[in-house]
């Protein structure tokens, strides 16, 4: 379980303080696939980043099974990391490596056998269907093929978290609805949870148990997908499912 306690993150510049998350609280329970959904500018990605522990929020908690990650530090604060995996809206893959070489490298750093290495990136290829592209570099791959590599090299260290910051803001919709379904896939298979970041009602709608509206670094509203999808009571959250598409 993921338990979100009163998130605050400011932001120092020359002009002031920005308040980019204004007190966010959320309990994401094992195996949801849980959206937060709002415009841009509305704290999205900065409460991904948070959740990741690539921003250390100014104030409040971001506990995994009860233990506060934001508390930790150094070599502690690593070994948790690799709880949650990461895919980036732009697939930030690495273009000079392979397709395998790609998914290895989080392993690598972590130190995992080269045997091992090689059985985990041989069944990740698999789980994320790229049979045949193993080495092959980005790119020659299509935007959809570079997602799933992401996909697979944000589960390397097997993760119990996935988040997800717009992951398919960049494909078509035939590509979209596979990489939701991979996903959905994904969950189900391995029990991992997911959170992603969208803009679009349409991802949501598709795949998300759960779903938050972020607005002006709050959420607006925090619920069931198919209760806040039915009968939104928030204006952002009328305004957003209102338009029925990406914003």
Known sequence: MIQIENLKKNFHTKTGDVEALQGISARIEDGDI????????????TLLRCIALLEIPSEGSIKIDGKDLSALKGRELTAHRRQIGVIFQGYNLLMQRTVAKNI???LEIAGVSKPE?????ARLI????????????????????????????????????LL???????LDSFTTKAILDLLRDINRQLGVTIIIITHEIGVVRQICNRVAVIESGRFAENGPAAEV?????????RQLIGVGGAL
């Open 34 to 45: 849980f959206g937060i959904i709002g415009l841009s500018g509305a704290g999205k990605s």
């Open 229 to 237: 999808l039915a009968a939104p009571k928030s204006v952002a959250a």
């Open 117 to 121: 290495i090689t059985e985990r990136v």
């Open 126 to 161: 698999r789980l994320v269907g790229l049979e045949g592209k193993e080495s092959s570099y980005p790119s020659q791959l299509s935007g959809g093929q570079c997602q799933r590599v992401a996909i697979a090299r944000a589960l390397a260290n097997n993760p119990k978290v």
């Open 164 to 170: 997800c910051d717009e992951p398919t803001s960049a």
């Open 104 to 106: 290895a490298f989080p």
